[in-house]
């Protein structure tokens, strides 16, 4: 029979392998392996990265036809409830606006934001959209009612999930393996080992991942959230006002 198994994959993986754990009593650990990076007790999951640099090689591609034809393009991203992959690859591919499922992003904040590009001279957008928005095709049609530009949207789909993977993924695969190896021999089994801040995080909660999902536990320490609130800030500061304004009038109603 089955001795050991190390189950590398998301959610339905890991589902999966606490079912063999509990009703077959197989000696399973998990390694989170996903594109969306949205498993509870680790930084990064394997797979991110790879999809990440697939990302932004489009991007730069996009970019050049954005740049010639003054056109705000809308890349629509892969990420699941997520929005990771759309927020690291804005942030490193320097995209102009972003929408993902953990921010308040109304139309209206964004033609806000792309509003005040033009006003600084900036003819041309590049738009992350995180899949758990939405339709990108749906919010280009809301977009084309609130902004005065040519607009296009592209949908990059499964070509995220492929490739030759990054050199960050192979070495934290590597890490993720012996670490599996050790805790095996250690027979510390029933639970998943993540990697967070430069440390070992082994979790028995993380099976639950989507009761993770619900407590929000996960996004509590997204520490790209607060930098990009920054930028959009920077980017967009009368979108800014326009939300406060919004809070304030609603407290006075009250």
């Not at 409830?81 to 972003?98: K, W």
């Not at 902004?147 to 949207?153: G, Q």
């Not at 790209?224 to 407290?251: V, Y």
Request: aromatic share 8%; proline share 2%; glycine share 12%.
């Amino acid at each position: 029979g089955i001795e050991y198994l190390v189950v590398i994959g998301g959610d339905g993986s890991y589902r999966g392998a606490n079912l063999l754990y509990k009703e077959h009593g197989i000696k399973v650990v998990g390694i989170p392996g996903t594109i969306d990076n949205d498993i509870c007790g680790t930084d990064f999951t394997l797979g991110f990265d790879t999809c990440l640099n697939t990302i932004l090689d489009a991007m730069s591609k996009i970019r050049d036809t954005a740049t010639s034809h003054e056109r705000t393009i809308l890349i629509q991203v892969m990420g699941r409830r997520a929005g990771d992959l759309a927020l690291h690859a804005c942030i490193a591919g320097g995209g102009d606006g972003i929408m993902i499922p953990e921010m308040d992003n109304p139309i209206e904040m964004l033609a806000l934001q792309l509003k005040e590009r033009r006003k600084n001279g900036k003819l041309h957008d590049i738009v992350l959209v995180a899949e758990g928005v939405g339709n990108v095709l749906d919010i280009e049609e809301k977009l084309r009612g609130h902004i005065n530009s040519e607009i296009r949207s592209v949908v990059l789909g499964h070509i995220q999930r492929g490739g030759t993977p990054s050199g960050f993924d192979r070495v934290l695969a590597s890490r993720m393996a012996a670490k599996a190896v050790e805790v095996l021999s250690k027979g510390e089994v029933g639970r998943s080992y993540g990697w967070n801040w430069k440390k070992w995080n082994g979790n028995s909660y993380t099976w639950r991942n989507l009761l993770c999902w619900k407590k929000k536990e996960y996004w509590k320490r997204l520490w790209t959230s607060t930098f990009i609130i920054k930028i959009m800030r920077k980017w967009g500061r009368n979108g800014q006002r326009f939300r406060i304004s919004k809070k304030r009038k609603k407290k006075k109603s009250n």
